[in-house]
């Protein structure tokens, strides 16, 4: 939605129009935060602070809970690594598009918004058939799907052709974050997530900044749409990789609801990390 907004009224108006308007309804947003009325009480006594033995305690309960689920922290682990290539191709894409492929600004700002189009229908169609879809294949398609899309994106030689690869992009992106979330909050407990999911995007942002540096060195050592290429056949090894591991039968359950009892195979392992955190 986001994307298609702002590519329609850098279309309507100008790039700096639209900066300002985003930055006005960011001023209005904090606005409308600010006026919600007070609903939890926060015992800020009970806060631990922020020292270095607790930064280490985090570190230790995350450690443990990758240890008691391990295939768990691989799908999700995999799936922000895997990302990685997904963000170092998104870093580029304004030079490659514009200098690589000759997209002027305005079929760039028009692309966007037909991106922005395709994210938008499968997001209708999501909300409207998400009962019917099997998470396992929501993520498994949607990664695979996604791939293609950048796959044409990295292969496009005119404006139609990226069209294509970018409405593929967007169209499946929705499945593969709504069913990754979905399995991640299926299976990581309440009381560790926050823990877990802060450490995990610490070592993503680590990989992340050290990989794109990396690729904008290469890109200027040789040919940008080598580079782009390369990138899009890695991601689709790992992402057919992964997609085996999803839609493996053996590891079926972990895709169904009811993680907190004893049939799902997080279920024990939840109980024994609660009794564990009580005794920390």
Not at 1 to 25: D, H, K, Q, R, Y
Not at 233 to 256: C, G, H, R
Request: glycine share 6%; aromatic share 12%; net charge neutral.
């Amino acid at each position: 939605m986001g994307p298609a907004i702002g590519g329609s009224l850098i279309l309507v108006t100008s790039v700096e129009t639209t900066l300002w308007i985003n930055a006005l309804f960011f001023v209005i947003s904090a606005l409308l935060l600010f006026m919600l009325p007070e609903k939890e009480t926060i015992d800020k006594e009970a806060i631990p602070t922020l020292t270095v033995s607790q930064v280490i305690r985090d570190f230790t309960v995350v450690q443990t809970f990758m240890m008691m689920n391990k295939y768990v922290s691989f799908i999700y682990l995999g799936f922000i690594l895997i990302m990685i290539f997904s963000f170092a191709m998104d870093a580029q894409e304004v030079v490659f598009t514009q200098q690589v492929i000759g997209l002027s600004e305005f079929e760039y700002s028009l692309l966007i918004s037909i991106t922005g189009i395709g994210s938008i229908a499968g997001a209708l169609i999501l909300s409207v058939l998400s009962n019917k879809f099997s998470l396992r294949y929501m993520i498994a398609i949607g990664l695979i799907m996604t791939t293609v899309g950048y796959l044409i994106y990295a292969f496009s030689w005119s404006f139609a052709s990226i069209v294509v690869g970018f409405v593929i992009l967007g169209f499946f992106n929705v499945f593969l974050n709504a069913g990754i979330i979905t399995f991640y909050q299926n299976n990581v407990p309440v009381h560790v997530m926050g823990r877990v999911t802060s450490i995990f995007q610490l070592i993503q942002s680590a990989v992340q900044v050290v990989f794109i540096l990396g690729i904008g060195v290469t890109a200027d050592l040789v040919s940008l749409r080598l580079t782009i290429v390369v990138l899009a056949l890695f991601k689709l090894v790992f992402s057919t990789i992964f997609s085996m591991s999803v839609l493996s039968t053996k590891k079926k359950a972990y895709y169904q609801e009811g993680e907190g009892n004893e049939e799902h195979p997080c279920g024990r392992k939840m109980k024994v990390e609660k009794l564990w955190m009580n005794d920390t």
